[in-house]
């Protein structure tokens, strides 16, 4: 989604590395009913990879195609948290839902869903969500599905933070949906975290670009990269939509400007361990060259 805010806005990735507030100029009314089924905004949700909003439309979407005389969606925004909900069925389709798609009838009482968090409401086209009592309830009106994206591109713009979450669907009787690590890069900060649970701050790994990092130190954190993603990842997933391609070019440009990554941070976690050598991952003759 960082990919489609960059050509929109006609920057560089080494613009964004300098000077991530030039996202900020990104205006989500620039999404509008025509440009969101045309590049670079139709890549940001008819894909594989996205966000919480992209799931929403892409699911909706394809169910409206197919059965175009049943369903009819229309989109909330929920505490930074995009859903679809079908006006004529009552289907709510939500990103964080472990166990598919459920059914929220119109009703004024609080109704807790199995798979999600907290409990809903929906009525008079008013959808309310609170995740718990001390947090508060947020109401939400409907919002059309270009509204949706340019605002979660928004919040993307805002954070300069590109997530890559591993989700696994499993298939048969008893289908569910589970959520493996993340890799977090926050441009601001210049690191990277590999988050093994989003449970739990136990085991985060942080590395970052400095000009104090070696030859050693940036082998050692691409070790740990690639291993990450083998054991708490899916190195399909990882590569799906182009966006391995997109990290690598975000990191030689990083490389470049900030010089090679060095270990900050870590809780050791299982084969994640400090090795006494490293395989030759990427041609670090290659990267000092250019």
Known sequence: MMNAIATDLGLETRDILENPKKLRKFDLKSVTQTTLCQPPFLSTWSCRTGRCTSFALNVAHCLEMKYPTVFNFD?????????????????????SLASGAVYLKET???????????RWTYSNNI???ERKPETGTKAASPITAETAIGTCLQEVAKDATLLCLFRHFTTGESQSV????????????????????????????????????????LQQCI???????EEFGDIEKWEADGNRKIHEALWESALN???PLIWVKTSPISRLLEPESFPDLIDLEELEGR
């Open 127 to 129: 959808l309310t969500y």
């Open 257 to 259: 400007l900030w010089g």
């Open 108 to 118: 004024k009482e609080w109704t807790t869903i199995s798979g999600l968090k907290g």
């Open 223 to 229: 070790y740990n990269l690639e291993m990450f993603i």
């Open 178 to 217: 589970s959520f493996g690590g993340m890799i977090k890069r926050i441009i601001p900060n210049k690191c990277i975290k590999l988050i093994p649970d989003l449970a739990t701050d136990s085991g985060i790994i942080t590395i970052t670009f400095s000009p104090n990092g070696t030859r050693e130190t």
């Open 75 to 95: 989109y909330y925004d929920v505490r930074k948290h995009r859903v679809a909900r079908c006006k004529n069925t009552g289907v709510l389709i939500d990103s």
